[in-house]
Antibody
Framework: EVQVLESGGGLVQPGNSLKLSCATSGFTFSTAWMYWYRQFPEKRLEWVARIKAKSNNYATDYTESVKGRFTISRDDSKSSIYLQMNNLKEEDTAIYYC???????WGQGTLVTVSS | DIVMTQTPLSLSVAIGQSASISCKSSQSLKYSDGKTYLNWVFQSPGQSPKRLIYQVSKLDSGVPDRFSGTGSETDFTLKISRVEAEDLGVYYCCQGSYSPQYTFGAGTKLELK
């Protein structure tokens, strides 16, 4: 059974940083391309970042609004991915989900609230 | 970015009735490999999203055959026959043909009449 579990969310002030983690099991993580999505308070869903596998040199992609502020990474030995979020803005407030390729499997999400 | 337009945004149905949701993309979703990467994702209240259908019409494991997906190129439809209480929530169409920039429709809220 595929399992995806996010952690690390919380309340932060604008300009501060936060690092999200996503632990997985039940599939061959090392060859999987992994994604972060977010869901805004109004329920809109948005793709945030993607990281490819080692065979693709761990290439990364980001949605335009987070480029230069967010960094996606992975640790194949722990079947986990991460999202380092710097210089957070109020508009980054959302539930952040980790998911597998093709939006096939999602975690339960972790809430990030950016507010002074 | 590819824009996904869903209609209606809200749908009231009685248990046992059928429901239909339309999704239109701003560009063809037929990929260079000949496949069309259109997904339907369901979110029940307080839960995380769950994929129901991929590549237009393929049901994920465990999804009842009351659900069906049709369409091609830019026009797609999700149909639920004999709606049950567990089907109430929000349905999103989602394109993956222009990966990594998956884009989602605004969502259709299925409510009880």
């Amino acid at each position: 059974e595929v399992q995806v579990l996010e952690s690390g969310g919380g309340l932060v002030q604008p300009g501060n940083s936060l690092k999200l983690s996503c632990a997985t099991s039940g599939f061959t993580f090392s060859t999987a391309w992994m994604y972060w999505y977010r869901q805004f308070p109004e329920k809109r869903l948005e793709w945030v970042a993607r990281i490819k596998a080692k065979s693709n040199n761990y290439a990364t992609d980001y949605t335009e609004s987070v480029k230069g502020r967010f960094t996606i990474s992975r640790d194949d030995s722990k079947s986990s991915i991460y999202l380092q979020m710097n210089n957070l803005k109020e508009e980054d407030t959302a539930i952040y989900y980790c998911a597998t390729t093709g939006v096939a499997y999602w975690g339960q999400g972790t809430l990030v609230t950016v507010s002074s | 970015d590819i824009v996904m337009t869903q209609t209606p945004l809200s749908l009231s149905v009685a248990i046992g009735q059928s429901a239909s949701i339309s999704c239109k993309s701003s560009q063809s979703l037929k990929y260079s490999d000949g496949k069309t990467y259109l997904n339907w994702v369901f979110q029940s209240p307080g839960q995380s999203p769950k994929r129901l259908i991929y590549q237009v019409s393929k049901l994920d494991s465990g999804v009842p055959d009351r659900f069906s997906g049709t369409g091609s190129e830019t026009d797609f439809t999700l149909k639920i026959s004999r709606v049950e209480a567990e089907d109430l929530g929000v349905y999103y169409c989602c394109q993956g043909s222009y990966s990594p920039q998956y884009t989602f429709g605004a969502g259709t809220k299925l409510e009880l009449k």
